[in-house]
């Protein structure tokens, strides 16, 4: 039996999502994907466009990574 088109990608089914407010950052950004590792591009990308952050430091990226919750 095939998966439920919501559940490709996840043996849960659940996606993965992080909002800018859980890492300490006014801002109401939410994004979402299928993994931690798409999220945490997504996140990337929105840090730079939108926060004029050229890159991540370590200390940052562990917090993010942590904040990310299954939908």
Known sequence: ???????VGRKDGR????A????GVACDWVG???T???VMAKAKE????????T?????MAAKVKAAIKDE
């Open 1 to 7: 039996m095939a998966a439920p088109l919501w559940a």
């Open 15 to 18: 996606m993965k999502t992080l």
């Open 20 to 23: 800018c407010r859980d890492v």
């Open 32 to 34: 979402k994907g299928k």
């Open 36 to 38: 931690v590792d798409e």
């Open 46 to 53: 929105h840090a730079k466009k939108e926060h004029g952050m």
């Open 55 to 59: 890159e991540i430091p370590p200390d």
